[in-house]
């Protein structure tokens, strides 16, 4: 029987995590309401010092397509998302976006994301298929980012190629059959989570090739803490994953152990 179609992405909302991002998040707001007309932003602001949210205020005071939620404090990457996506589905929004604040993520990329997005229920962005590049990053740090994902692709199976990529479309239906209400992770092992989840529950999970550009003003987020949470997570998962699997396999040569003993 022919897959039935998906239905339309009527309503899409681009969701920006901001913390001290001020100088720029108005450029980025631009060149995703430039690029994509039709969708919504939304700045998910963690009570940025440098004053991003008053920022994001001034953007959403001046165009009814751009929105904020004010987060109480820093909470990480994956709190931010998961409060993204619950503020979308309350709305009825067909899909969200993940894109971050510091221009890494070209809006520029997005048309073709969502194009994709009519016959997924994830899309992401990728930097490590054929077509997708980075600039800017040092070696040290490509070989980083290259291991981590060959690791995860090893240790949990799938058949992804940027797990750890932070730049998506996630079909709104989609993110409530996979489940939220267990998912503790932060930074790049939230993105793991969610696509582990995603393949676990055969959603259809689609690549992208993109250019990722390192940022150019203001620092990254990423830290020890967060390169170890992930590490130690992933690696739970992994040995979880395989020992269930030498179990079943164990359990399914059973029968037929059995039947040569008769």
């Not at 339309?8 to 707001?29: C, F, K, M, S």
């Not at 602001?45 to 949210?53: F, K, W």
């Not at 949990?156 to 209400?181: C, F, K, N, S, W």
Request: hydrophobic content about 40%.
């Amino acid at each position: 029987m022919p897959e039935t179609p998906r239905p339309a992405l009527t309503r899409v909302a681009v969701l920006i995590p901001t913390y001290n991002e001020a100088e720029n998040l108005a450029g980025v707001v631009e060149r995703v309401r430039s690029v994509t007309p039709e969708v919504d932003v939304v700045v998910l602001d963690d009570n940025s010092p440098d004053g991003t949210g008053e920022i994001a205020d001034r953007l959403a005071a001046a165009d009814d397509q751009v929105h904020v939620l004010h987060r109480p404090g820093k909470a990480g990457l994956g709190a931010a998302y998961l409060d993204g996506f619950q503020w979308a589905i309350d709305r009825g929004y067909d899909a969200v976006v993940e894109m971050d604040a510091d221009g890494s993520h070209q809006p520029e990329h997005l048309p073709a994301m969502l194009a994709a997005a009519a016959d997924a229920d994830l899309v992401i962005g990728s930097r490590w298929v054929r077509g997708g590049a980075i600039e800017n990053w040092p070696l040290h740090r490509k070989a980083l980012s290259v291991g981590g994902n060959v690791y995860t692709k090893v240790l949990l199976g799938m058949p992804v190629h940027d797990a750890t990529a932070g730049y998506r479309v996630y079909r709104t239906a989609a993110l409530q059959e996979i489940g939220l209400a267990d998912v503790a992770s932060q930074g790049y092992c939230f993105q793991v989570d969610l696509t582990w989840r995603a393949v676990r529950k055969g959603l259809t999970v689609v690549e992208v090739p993109i250019t990722f550009v390192e940022r150019e003003i203001g620092h990254s987020k990423m830290s020890r803490d967060i390169m170890t949470e992930s590490l130690r997570r992933i690696t739970t998962w992994g040995v979880g994953h395989r020992v269930r699997q030498a179990r079943s396999a164990v359990a399914a040569a059973r029968p037929q152990e059995k039947w040569h003993t008769l």
